[in-house]
């Protein structure tokens, strides 16, 4: 019930491409859905984050769909950079009541120039 | 702010020997958390602190691994002895409260040879 599962395991893009990322959850009482972007020799950084009342949000070239009813959720890079290559992580919790994030198993994206 | 910082960066060390791995959150943060990121298993939750109190070290792998938080500044993830079985990316991370933003360290690079 607390798992996250996301796919891609890698992507490649083209420069100027969409990259889609996409997660489903089980745990109905999730209540945040937050993307991680992790550089090479970082730490995941929070990059754009939603809540089950909407069902998109956009940030930029970034945007978060998300899919109550089929307990999904994805990320669209918009004109993909290469300076976008990074790893992806998703995430999950039940805000509301205090659970920790559950994160996905991580999506490694080259875009390539 | 600072953000999470953590020592050392990076560390080698010969198997059976002791590693102590350092972390200070951001102030005001009032939980604390151990991930460990290697390739085969992805980010995987160690341990995580309430108020400096450890309240689920289920993700700790063996009796090997220990981890302590004895102000509100300062926690350590202790291997004793290390294995080569060890080598990963040690991150720690705070939030204000849980299920909410994670902010990560760097990270500090195990290295048992």
């Known amino acids: 019930q607390q798992q996250v599962k996301q796919s891609p395991q890698s992507l490649i893009v083209q420069k100027g491409g969409i990259s889609i990322i996409n997660c489903a959850y089980e745990?109905?009482?999730?209540?945040?859905f937050p993307w991680y972007q992790q550089f090479p020799g970082k730490g995941p950084a929070l990059l754009i984050a939603?809540?089950?009342?909407?069902s998109e949000k956009k940030e930029g070239r970034f945007t978060i769909s998300f899919n109550k009813s089929a307990k999904q959720f994805s990320l669209h890079i918009m004109d993909s950079q290469p300076g976008d290559s990074a790893t992806y992580f998703c995430?999950?919790?039940?805000?509301?009541?205090?659970?920790?994030?559950?994160f996905g198993e991580g999506t490694q994206l080259t875009v390539n120039p | 702010d600072a953000g999470v910082i953590q020592s050392p960066r990076h560390e080698v060390t010969e198997m059976g020997q002791e590693v102590t791995l350092r972390c200070k959150p951001i102030s005001g943060h009032d939980y604390l958390f151990w991930y460990r990121q290697t390739m085969m298993r992805g980010l995987e939750l160690l341990i995580y602190?309430?108020?400096?109190?450890?309240?689920?070290d289920s993700g700790m792998p063996e009796d090997r691994f220990s981890a302590k938080m004895p102000n509100a500044s300062f926690s350590t993830l202790k291997i004793q002895p290390s294995e080569p079985r060890d080598s990963a990316v040690y991150f720690c991370?705070?939030?204000?409260?849980?299920?909410?933003?994670?902010?990560f360290g760097e990270g500090s690079w195990l290295t048992v040879v």
């Open positions: 602190f309430n108020n400096n109190v450890p309240i689920d």
């Open positions: 995430a999950a919790s039940k805000f509301s009541s205090g659970s920790r994030l559950t």
């Open positions: 991370a705070s939030s204000r409260t849980l299920g909410n933003t994670i902010y």
């Open positions: 745990n109905t009482a999730f209540d945040y």
């Open positions: 939603i809540r089950p009342d909407v």
